[in-house]
């Protein structure tokens, strides 16, 4: 059974940079794909970034809305995902959530598609201002 947890969000200056966490158990990171995603109130949830994880290979996915800012990295000796998200726009603003899945999506596009995950967090706010 897949749990996954984000500790917290937190409020941020306009340019400033934030770290979220996602603890991570019950997954095997063999073969998975875990991401993150985010949403606004009132539209669709948006793919942000995701790190598929093999044996000896590992991958990551970058929105190109967050591109060259934000980046992704899992620490497997301590099962946490992490999602860095450098100067930061109002518009970063929402609810983050964690997601994971066994196996590898395959595309970009699919690894950032919601449908593709069945394991979530229950997400952590992030205020941009």
């Known amino acids: 059974h897949v749990q996954l947890v984000e500790p917290g969000g937190g409020s941020v200056q306009a340019g400033g940079s934030l770290t979220l966490s996602c603890a991570v158990s019950?997954?095997?990171?063999?073969?998975?794909?875990i991401a993150w995603f985010r949403q606004v109130p009132g539209r669709e949830r948006e793919g942000v970034a995701s790190f598929y994880s093999a044996r000896y290979t590992a991958s990551t996915s970058i929105a190109d809305s967050v591109q060259g800012r934000f980046d992704i990295s899992l620490d497997k000796a301590n099962n946490t995902l992490y999602l860095r998200m450098n100067t930061l726009k109002p518009e970063d603003t929402a609810m983050y959530y964690c997601?994971?899945?066994?196996?590898?999506?395959?595309?970009?596009?699919?690894?950032?598609?919601?449908?593709?995950?069945?394991?979530w967090g229950q997400g952590t706010q992030v205020t941009v201002s």
């Open positions: 019950g997954l095997s990171y063999i073969k998975s794909t």
């Open positions: 997601a994971a899945v066994t196996g590898d999506i395959g595309t970009k596009l699919l690894r950032l598609r919601p449908s593709s995950y069945n394991s």
